[in-house]
């Protein structure tokens, strides 16, 4: 950041200048990318760590793969459009996100079904070790998974729960695997992931770290860090559309060694062999399953077109800069209003989302979205909102927060429908 950003941004915390943001950005190297969205007008948009916006260029692509590629070519779009090969494609665009090399990522089913593919994998590659160590904290569908996958293997095998802080006492000569998220979903603490992968390994343990929360939000070198194993979603920062396909990285040195216990016949070396045994493919193909969702995995690699030529330092800069203007401006106007930082945290330790905790949370979320502010509740009483430095601007923060506090001072949150749970938080 240069010396004026800086002071833009001090002036901007500091007291009542949304003046100073607009200048930011007008200067943001990043500020052209917002137009590969398709934001709505008028809508801040502070919940993509829940769901991306549209990328432009995804309409065209379907189309273009509905029409054509299916309509026309139907089954011979499997080699003629390359369909056979698009969850390497897509895995290879996205490895540079988390610090992967292209052929090291797959494209393929869900975060959970990946999870519990190389969680299997990680337990049967540490034979003699019966334990998987996480946070009590972590996101519920990965220690469901866990806690699925123990019962799967007869009990011989136990999830040990623990707090943050006790992870490194947690991890002893029984550990097989430490199985972490990077980014915590409701408060947005990021871990080293470095130093607890170390930690792992000191022990004789495998590291598997959750991604969902950081491919695209912050910096990720899974190389770097020695990590053993990681999954992410298409969804959130990445913005690949709902539901979209999630993404699966083995460290090279283990790719010969892991087993999927879904061995389907798109991980086998062959398949169009029809062998009636199995035989794994080389490499990170070995963790396809069965046929790919052509259509979702379209979205996703176009939705990929509006990383090109962003530098992730540049995201992580802006991605920090937006969250402590939040925080100042949100500790300023809306903590005496009983809204307050749910976890203060040292930049380093921080992702891309700030999470406000306040009794009357969902209410006071609802009405928010009301007046066009989106962002999302996490029981019991959380308000998160994510920072996609890609797409949301400086203003999109000060407006999001005077916004906040006029619907807490008001009142204006204390009405029957904002307090009505809807299915989806």
Known sequence: MTGLESALLDAARAADHRDACA????????????????????????????????????????????????????????????WIDLPARVGARIAPLIGAQPGDVLVADSTSINLFKVLAAALRLRPDRHAIVT????????????QGLVAHLGGHHVLRMVDGDALADAIDEDVAVVMLTHVDYRTGRMHDMAAVTAAAHG????????LAHSAGAVPVDVTAS????????????????????????VAPALQALTVSPLTGWLGHAAPFAFDPAFHPADGIRRMQCGTPAIL??????????????????????????LSELFIARATADCAPLGATVALP??????????????????????????????????TPDLMRFGFAPLYTRYVDVWDAVAMLHDVLASGAWDRPEFRERAAVT
Do not use: T
């Open 345 to 378: 945290l040292p930049p380093e330790r921080r992702g891309s989302q700030v999470s406000l905790r306040h009794p009357q949370g969902y209410a006071v979320m609802q009405a928010l979205i009301a007046r066009g502010v989106v962002g999302d509740f996490r």
């Open 296 to 321: 979702a995995l379209a979205a996703l690699d176009a939705a990929l077109d509006a990383w090109e030529g962003v530098a992730m330092a540049d995201v992580r800069a802006k991605s920090l800069a």
């Open 23 to 82: 200048r930011l950005d007008a200067g943001d190297r990043l500020a052209s990318c917002r137009d590969r969205f398709a934001l709505p007008e008028g809508l801040i948009y502070l919940d993509g760590n829940s769901l991306g916006p549209l990328p432009r260029g995804v309409p065209e692509r379907l189309h273009r793969v509905v029409h054509d590629e299916w309509g026309d070519g139907l089954v011979r779009s499997w080699n003629a459009a390359g």
């Open 203 to 210: 022990a004789g343990a495998l590291a598997l770290w959750d």
């Open 135 to 146: 946070e009590r904290g972590n996101f519920p569908s990965d220690l469901y998974v866990a």
């Open 226 to 249: 020695g990590a053993d194993m990681a999954i992410g979603c298409g969804y959130k920062y990445l913005n690949g559309g709902p539901g979209a396909p999630a993404f699966v990285y």
